[in-house]
């Protein structure tokens, strides 16, 4: 993992200048080319933590495709720790990318059809051992937003007026929140299909002096739903690495430029606005694609 490799990127174009709006790009996703920028602050204080309460073995959930479960065994393997990733779904006859990474990187992979997945619970109470560390799917819970809170030091966080950002579980936004200052707007953009629950998700996370904090969650930019990834998405990703040079993945980050797009040119941020959208990277969930569907691939 290489902090140095994290750069700002402006983005100049039509539709920012028409509406005066300026725009910067936290490329997180130059962090690691698999490993996931934003997985690995998140991850930072858990292992952290396992570590110093003496945890032999972290264990935590997530789907074949998943960019925390890749995370978590990179992140083990640095630290010197064991680790397991509990999959959802049975085990497919040729595994993913991303689980066949993750095992290389020695992580032992268990199997849990969807109904056991869902009880989480019973699943740690099962495999309850005192050497094994658990971190919830998505790295969310406190420990994972005071590391995402570490995001933010890597820009002059006063130049700016609004900070966007891709949501998942809300671990990320949560972080965003704690480490912004009071009149800076956070706008998350939701890859799920309607999850209601998440502004109580991430309020849950925040410290009782930021339980006031003003934040936007937009429901409407997941393209049909989690995984799903239309042509207009591709060809929107395409056009994004052609015009800027800016990789997208089809999962967060091609959502949520695509969401930065359409709200500017909607004139939803005030003229003179500074953004700062930040790429999270998951770059490595484009290799479930075919080989030509994306251009830099
Ligand atoms: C996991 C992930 C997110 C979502 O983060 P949360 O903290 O779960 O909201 C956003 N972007 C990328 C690239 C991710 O891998």
Redesign the pocket.
């Known amino acids: 993992m290489n902090t140095e490799r994290i750069f700002i990127q402006n983005i100049e174009s039509e539709w920012l200048k028409d509406s005066n709006v300026m725009l910067d790009i936290l490329r997180l ?1 130059e962090l690691h080319p698999v490993v ?4 690995w602050f ?1 991850l930072k204080n858990y292992l952290q933590k396992s570590q110093q309460e003496g945890y032999k073995t972290v264990a935590t959930f997530g789907g074949a495709f998943s ?2 479960i890749i995370a978590t065994a990179f992140a083990c393997k640095e630290s010197g720790l064991q680790s397991v990733g509990f999959i959802r779904g049975e085990q497919a006859e040729v595994l993913s990318h991303t689980l066949l990474y993750a095992r290389s990187l020695g992580m032992q992979l268990i199997f849990l059809n969807r109904e056991k997945y869902r009880q989480k619970d019973e699943v740690k109470y099962a495999y309850r051992n005192e050497a094994w560390y658990f971190i919830d799917e ?3 819970g406190t420990e ?1 937003a005071l590391g ?1 809170a570490g995001i933010l030091e890597f820009v002059e966080l006063t130049n700016y007026t609004h900070i966007i ?11 965003l929140i704690m480490a912004a200052h009071v009149h800076q707007h956070i706008i ?1 953009i939701s ?1 799920m299909k309607g999850n209601t629950a998440l502004y109580d998700d991430i309020i849950k996370l925040l410290p009782q002096n930021k339980q006031h904090a003003e934040f936007t969650i937009f429901h409407d930019y997941h393209f049909g739903g989690y995984a799903k990834h239309p042509p207009v998405l591709l060809a929107f990703i395409n056009e994004a690495w052609k015009q800027f040079q800016l990789p997208l ?1 089809i ?3 091609g959502k949520l430029f695509f969401a930065v797009m359409d709200l500017v040119t909607k004139s939803y941020f005030p003229k003179n606005s500074n953004v700062l959208m930040i790429h ?3 770059l490595q ?1 484009n290799r479930s694609l075919q080989k030509n569907e994306l251009s830099f691939l």
């Open positions: 996703d996931s920028g934003n997985k998140k960019n925390h998505g790295g969310y994972g995402a950002s891709s949501v998942g579980t809300g671990t990320m936004l949560a972080g998350g890859s993945d999962i967060y980050t999270s990277g998951g969930g």
